[in-house]
């Protein structure tokens, strides 16, 4: 079993900052990437950002210059700073990991369960 969960979502106003946090645990052989997507109402699932094991931060256009990702490699956390936020960032942020579990050779996707933000104008 392997468990993604995040923590920090909460309401903010437009303009502050904000920190996601997500931790995976559990029956974990080895990870390739953790990062954040996230679902704006209306909208699909989109990617936010990504630490993969290359070390170097990947994020989409709109989280440029706005928000930052970390990983700590050691504990499998990942962490997502969110500055500058807008109402238009209000959606549920869900953390990832492209990750393989013990007795497993294939590398799979697992999701946390979510969590919302909110952006007060």
């Known amino acids: 079993q392997v468990q993604l969960v995040e923590s920090g979502g909460g309401l903010v106003q437009a303009g502050g900052s904000h920190t996601l946090s997500c931790a995976a645990s559990?029956?974990?052989?080895?990870?390739?990437?953790l990062g954040w997507y996230r679902q704006v109402p209306g909208s699909q699932r989109e990617l936010v950002a990504t630490?993969?094991?290359?070390?170097?931060?990947d994020l989409a256009d709109f989280a440029k210059g706005r928000f930052t990702i970390s990983r700590d490699f050691t504990k499998n956390t990942v962490t997502l700073r969110l500055n500058n936020l807008k109402p238009g960032d209000t959606g549920l942020y869900f953390c990832?990991?492209?990750?393989?579990?013990?007795?497993?050779?294939?590398?799979?996707?697992?999701w946390g369960q979510g969590t919302q933000v909110t952006v007060s104008s």
């Open positions: 990832y990991g492209n990750l393989r579990v013990h007795g497993s050779q294939s590398f799979g996707i697992y």
């Open positions: 559990g029956n974990i052989a080895s990870v390739t990437a």
């Open positions: 630490v993969t094991n290359s070390r170097v931060p």
